[in-house]
């Protein structure tokens, strides 16, 4: 059965860091494109980051050069690191699965979610 768990999501002020965790189970992630997407109230889902299964990676230029995205295949884990944070990221965050090559960032192309986990970041 494929799971996807978030975690490390909290509150912080501007300028502050968070690093979130995507712990995968059913699947290897070095064989899928693992992503990061982020929703905000009244917002549509958009998507942070992507890593494909070959190690190649994509980020969002909303968040370019604040936001890296990487993975640790031996702990099956995919992490987003979150630095000068400000008001604007503040959203529940998703890790997202494809079984096959990254196909961009349209959230349907992903068939498996986690519940998402919830980042504030306060001014």
């Known amino acids: 059965q494929v799971q996807l768990v978030e975690s490390g999501g909290g509150s912080v002020q501007t300028g502050g860091s968070l690093r979130l965790s995507c712990a995968a189970s059913g699947f290897t992630t070095s064989t899928v494109c693992m992503a990061w997407f982020r929703q905000a109230p009244g917002k549509e889902r958009e998507g942070v980051g992507l890593m494909s299964k070959y190690g190649l990676t994509d980020i969002a230029d909303s968040v370019k050069g604040r936001f890296t995205i990487s993975k640790d295949n031996a702990k099956n884990t995919l992490y987003l690191q979150m630095n000068s944070l400000n008001p604007e990221d503040t959203a529940t965050y998703y890790c997202?699965?494809?079984?096959?090559?990254?196909?961009?960032?349209?959230?349907?192309?992903?068939?498996?979610w986690g519940s998402g986990t919830q980042v504030t970041v306060s001014s």
């Open positions: 997202a699965a494809r079984l096959d090559l990254c196909g961009g960032w349209a959230p349907s192309r992903y068939q498996y």
